[in-house]
């Protein structure tokens, strides 16, 4: 099989901050098999992946939104190539992801495919994965593509290696019973609750638990700022506290590491929780692919609605105000917390 004899490997993991969380099982997977790993990553995924050991080098292609097209990648590509890399493999199958792995100059080029891919995309592949089963959870998802290249290992899970220093930040910010909560979602507004839903629900859940501290995080864009400025006019008590401004994303970790649970939406940020093994409650609308993004376990409770949206293909929403999401009530979501924290007892 052809996985043992890769020596030097470049995984190629152009995706946002929940991609990469998921791809790294599979990424520490390839280094434990013997490989030096390298990854071709965004800005965020620079930053996440320096706590994790197995990764020998990132390269970086920042991305944004919308993304430049991916020729605008060849210098990138150009000093790659000199690599001489043993094997290339994606794990996520978008054409940016494919195209980079294919142009990449390993001699094995394999890529995950979702079956939307282009011709110009996978014409310089060597070998191509079918599509996983989407019910499965993402992580195992990738590592299924491992196997099925002959990887007989057992699941690594997730290593964490945060600074102390960023761990004693965090102690000097917030208490143990403190919980973390996200408000927005990079993805799309539509995967975000109303703001005065969230309100109500720190209402409900101090009613019941008036020691709880609240703590949200954002990316410190203009739009998630005026988000956290109008939750804290809507709050009005010393017991949320807002970070405006972005942290680093080992910050980021050791602050979710000491918080009691996290309760967000379908974004990057629940992932990094439920890889740091802290409980959850998440808010989703129902999609073909969601399954396989819901965290899964007793420690974890997802309310989920159905999306005509996602049923019809057609936007059925006014403005920003997601309808489905809106049916899940803040009862709903203060009794999960409620019963989230009573569990952690």
């Not at 939406?265 to 093994?277: F, K, P």
Request: proline share 7%.
């Amino acid at each position: 099989m052809p996985l043992p004899s890769w020596k030097k490997v470049l995984v190629v993991d152009l995706g946002f901050l929940g991609d990469t969380v998921h791809s790294i099982p599979a990424i520490r997977a390839l280094a434990q098999a013997g490989a030096q790993v390298d990854v071709l990553t965004t800005n965020v995924g620079q930053d996440l992946l320096g706590m994790v050991p197995e990764v020998n080098r990132v390269w970086v292609v920042p991305l944004r939104k919308p993304s430049p097209p991916p020729w605008r990648h060849l210098e990138t590509l150009r000093d790659i190539r000199a690599q001489k890399y043993d094997g290339a493999i994606s794990f996520v199958g978008s054409d940016r992801n494919v195209f980079c792995t294919g142009w990449s100059g390993a001699r094995d080029r394999i890529a995950h495919l979702t079956g939307r891919n282009s011709w110009f995309a996978r014409c310089r592949l060597t070998q191509t994965i079918s599509q996983r089963d989407r019910a499965n959870p993402v992580y195992q998802q990738r590592l299924s593509v491992l196997q099925e290249l002959g990887w007989l290992g057992s699941n690594p899970g997730w290593a964490w290696q945060i600074p102390l220093d960023d761990h004693s930040w965090a102690t000097s910010q917030i208490s143990p019973s403190t919980i973390h909560f996200s408000i927005s979602a990079a993805s799309s507004p539509l995967n975000e609750w109303p703001l005065d839903f969230w309100a109500e629900t720190l209402r409900q859940v101090w009613k019941k638990s008036p020691q709880t501290n609240f703590v949200s995080t954002g990316s410190g864009s203009e739009r998630e700022i005026a988000r956290q400025a109008d939750l804290v006019s809507l709050v009005q008590d010393e017991r949320l506290q807002i970070f405006f401004n972005p942290i680093p994303m080992s910050r980021l970790a050791a602050l979710l590491e000491r918080t009691t649970l996290h309760v967000g939406l379908d974004s990057g940020v629940l992932h990094l929780a439920m890889a740091l093994g802290k409980p959850t409650v998440s808010l989703f609308r129902e999609s073909v692919g969601r399954p396989g993004w819901v965290p899964r376990g007793s420690k974890h409770r997802a309310l989920i609605k159905k999306c005509p949206c996602n049923e019809t293909g057609q936007n059925k929403c006014f403005e920003s105000r997601p309808l489905c999401l809106s049916l899940i009530t803040p009862q709903e979501v203060a009794e999960a917390v409620l019963a989230a924290l009573e569990q952690k007892l």
